[in-house]
């Protein structure tokens, strides 16, 4: 099984900043793309943010030049730099990653929890 842990959710003011990780654990012999997507209030889910494994990325029209995804293969850990923080920002984001658990194996798609971030004054 792989198990995928968020943290780094809060409460931030409008103009803030805030940290999003994910680590992937478990079994896993390859983490192919990973990505984070997040649900307001009311809203379906939708992409924020994804990265392959040689390091393309792909934004939401809505968060581009805000936020920026990265990852570190040693660690099987996705991040997200979220900047300029907007009240539309409030969400739960859960991260998400295709994962391969041995050579030949089809990919599985894992998600997170979630984690909150409230953007308010």
């Known amino acids: 099984q792989v198990q995928l842990v968020e943290s780094g959710g809060g409460l931030v003011q409008p103009g803030g900043s805030l940290r999003l990780s994910c680590a992937a654990s478990?079994?896993?012999?390859?983490?192919?793309?990973m990505g984070w997507y997040r649900q307001g209030p009311g809203k379906q889910r939708e992409l924020v943010a994804h990265i392959t494994s040689g390091g393309g990325t792909n934004y939401a029209d809505s968060v581009k030049g805000r936020f920026t995804i990265s990852r570190d293969n040693a660690k099987n850990t996705v991040y997200l730099q979220m900047n300029s923080l907007k009240p539309e920002d409030t969400a739960v984001y859960h991260c998400?990653?295709?994962?391969?658990?041995?050579?030949?194996?089809?990919?599985?798609?894992?998600w997170g929890q979630g984690t909150q971030v409230t953007v308010s004054s």
């Open positions: 478990g079994s896993i012999w390859r983490i192919n793309h």
């Open positions: 998400n990653a295709g994962v391969k658990i041995r050579l030949g194996s089809p990919q599985y798609d894992y």
